[in-house]
């Protein structure tokens, strides 16, 4: 119930003191906010890739960020079919996903639409950026989802 007023300052310190490291199943309890979260939203409808092979991609301008399905064409797509390992270490505890063809992230039998989403659903922690969190490996070169968009989408120069 909590999670329907989670945009309430007093009811999100509610949450928090419920889902904090010390409270008793606080994964559990981070995983169902999570969830209840991530389906009260509605789905976005996929958009046609607006690059073709070989050049530079462009942003779709109605879009407000780069995503994963951004990423997708600068990635190995036998790679993608099989899924690409992302591993991820939160306190002691280190956490596996697959990236999939489809731009998702599968954690704990479900697919995410975003490296956050994901990230706080394997580690029930509800203040973790999953694209500084989620690291991939390409060409035996380990970084994370943050560098590998940097390196594709370097952010504009200043006007």
């Known amino acids: 119930m909590l999670a329907r007023y989670g945009d309430d300052p007093a009811i999100q310190q509610l949450i928090d003191d419920k889902v904090g490291p010390k409270a008793p199943y606080s994964s559990a309890a981070a995983m169902a906010l999570a969830l209840q979260r991530a389906c009260d939203r509605p789905a ?8 073709t092979p070989g050049t530079t991609p462009t942003i779709d301008p109605t879009r407000s960020r780069i995503d ?31 990236l999939n063809h489809e731009g998702q992230i599968k954690v704990l039998g479900r697919p995410w639409r975003t490296p956050t989403t994901a990230a706080r659903a394997a580690t029930g922690s509800n203040k973790i950026d999953g694209w500084d969190f989620w690291r991939l490996t390409i060409a035996g070169v380990e970084q994370t989802l943050a560098e590998f968009r940097a390196t594709h989408f370097p952010p504009p120069a200043p006007a």
């Open 44 to 51: 976005a409808a996929p958009t046609p890739a607006a690059t």
């Open 68 to 98: 994963l399905q951004d990423l997708l064409e600068h990635l190995d797509p036998d790679d993608l079919k099989a899924g690409i390992t992302l591993t991820g270490r939160h306190g002691k505890k280190a956490h596996q996903a697959v």
